[in-house]
């Protein structure tokens, strides 16, 4: 792999960008490996990377169905941020967000973070209250939060509807040091720096059986071929229930749903911030990308399914939204518009934890916010496989909550997995 | 190919339509989705670990799978779909209570 710096850009200049090598090797599978991880998405290349890196576990391979972006890592909005307020769960995203902070570096992979801040809107004096607790209780945890008043909210957002929404804006919640990344970039970034430590990244591979021997797993059919592993990471959002079931271990506390995202044609520099307006049974959530694009999306389809294809209502749902807060957008056309398939737990949080068998870990239950989690994700999720034992930030991010009755529900919206936007 | 194009037509340009026994063949805007209609849920001195299964844990079936609808904005009755959650295909459709299709039965 070549490095990515000034002289390798200045040289490759000179000669006619002929000396980058592959970004990534495309291996055979081999027969054997210490650690298979299961989604070729970013929580599994970041969960090879950080154990090649941070555990010294090299033999690892990591099993893509399709190819390295093409699922709900190219699929989302892109929005990176930290504002959580339960225990386990600040730290957690904090974490993920400061990673973010470096992962450029990292990486040697230029994943174009750019902390633009995040501006959550409230229309009620009920919403600044509950915003300011969670905003609060962020900075007594050593998170950045703010917030803003009317009038300086309209200095730095001038073109939002101010002057007749049916519900006024009052102020915004405020996270300056969130923003978003290129997601890209950051799932080949990952793929990259895995491969460059030693990790087999096998595309085209889908799983099609586990074949256990004494509890343990100790084969995965793929379509191309049987490969064994000494430990097995599941990190297949969307489909982990499939997987669960592949492998004999019943139901999980997960159901799939479907959240689309829109793209516009590109315009000048317009929205300098991520703008996220919820009030009223309408949530929408907006940004600019580097090409000019606004970026945005809300809620669910609303029933469960595995198409990766939205439904009409929630198109008109979201153009809705959309011209409630920001009337001017209303003459763009739409570029692109897709939707992905989400692990929505029972209670808004992730599961990263071992499970009945013994050398399997797993790695779900993302709902919308997978994206911005990924680097942490797989910082505690190569911890868990390499340690056998959960970091203190994720012990109580396990399967068995729900029967211990310590759900870690952000939104109080109770056991319904399409609640928890 | 046409197979997927078909599909793919079938979920987006077309909405998903439920046929309400009651009320005729409608947009599914006018229902609102309740979930997995397998769900047996346990008597109320059933231990804990069979109300967390029926509360908590689910089949997340990818393919045909029974489910609830409720017109909402309809006649308000809850129906049992059996739809498919890869191509959103319904198979039938029927009120959830099991005296209501006795009855719907026995009218035709």
């Given at each position: 792999m070549t490095k990515f710096n000034a002289w390798n850009v200045f040289k490759n200049g000179l000669n006619g960008q002929t000396g980058w090598s592959r970004q990534w090797r495309d291996p055979e599978p081999k027969e054997n490996y210490d650690v298979i991880i299961i989604g070729g998405g970013l929580h599994g290349l970041a969960t090879a990377y950080y154990l090649a890196k941070n555990h010294n576990i090299h033999n690892i391979a990591v099993l893509e169905?399709?190819?390295?972006?093409?699922?709900n890592a190219g699929r989302n909005t892109t929005i990176v941020r930290s504002n959580y307020m339960l225990p386990g769960n600040h730290e957690f995203y904090e974490h993920s967000l400061k990673l973010w902070e470096n992962l450029s570096h990292e990486l040697n992979y230029n994943v174009m973070f750019s902390q633009r801040a995040h501006v959550s809107l409230f229309h009620s004096p009920g919403a600044k209250d509950v915003n300011a607790r969670r905003y609060n209780t962020m900075r007594l945890n050593g998170t950045d939060g703010e917030l803003w008043d009317l009038d300086k909210l309209k200095k730095n957002?001038?073109?939002?509807?101010?002057?007749?929404?049916?519900?006024?804006i009052m102020g915004a919640a405020v996270q300056p040091r969130a923003g978003n990344a290129r997601h890209d970039s950051a799932v080949w970034g990952y793929a990259r720096a895995a491969d460059s430590l030693g990790v087999d990244i096998i595309q085209n591979c889908e799983v099609t059986g586990v074949t256990r021997q004494n509890g343990d797993i100790e084969t995965i059919q793929t379509s191309r071929g049987n490969i064994k592993g000494k430990k097995v990471g599941f990190a297949v959002a969307g489909n982990t229930s499939r997987l669960w079931q592949m492998a004999g271990l019943g139901n999980l506390p997960i159901e799939s749903h479907k959240l689309q995202a829109f793209v516009t044609e590109s315009i000048k520099p317009f929205l300098d911030h991520v703008v996220v307006y919820g009030v009223g049974g309408a949530h929408f959530y907006i940004s600019q990308s580097d090409k000019g694009s606004l970026v945005f999306g809300g809620d669910l389809d609303w029933y469960k399914s595995y198409a990766q294809r939205g439904n009409l209502p929630i198109v008109q749902d979201v153009a809705e939204a959309a011209m409630a807060i920001l009337?001017?957008?209303?003459?763009l056309r739409l570029l692109r518009h897709w939707a992905g398939v989400m692990d929505m737990s029972m209670d808004g949080t992730f599961f990263i934890c071992k499970t009945p068998i013994s050398n399997l870990y797993l790695n779900a239950?993302?709902?919308?916010?997978g994206f911005k989690a990924s680097p942490a994700s797989g910082w505690y999720f190569a911890d868990l496989i390499a340690n056998e034992h959960p970091h203190k930030y994720i012990q109580n991010h396990h399967l068995e909550r729900f029967e211990q009755g310590i759900n870690l529900d952000e939104r109080g919206a109770g056991p319904d997995p399409k609640l928890h936007g | 190919m046409n197979v997927v194009l078909a599909q793919i037509q079938s979920c987006t340009v077309n909405m998903i339509r439920i046929k309400c026994p009651y009320c005729g063949e409608r947009d599914h805007s006018e229902f609102a989705y309740g979930g997995d209609a397998s769900i047996k849920y346990p008597n109320l001195d059933a231990s804990k670990e069979e109300w967390t299964e029926a509360i908590f844990f689910r089949e997340n079936i990818r393919g045909f799978q029974k489910e609830t609808w409720h017109h909402l904005n309809g006649c308000r009755m809850w129906l049992e779909v059996d739809r498919s959650t890869i191509t959103h295909e319904i198979k039938s459709v029927k009120p959830c209570h099991p005296d209501l299709q006795k009855i719907m039965e026995l009218k035709k």
């Open positions: 169905k399709g190819w390295i972006g093409g699922g957002i001038p073109h939002l509807n101010y002057n007749d929404a049916r519900f006024p009337p001017s957008i209303g003459r239950g993302w709902n919308y916010g | -």
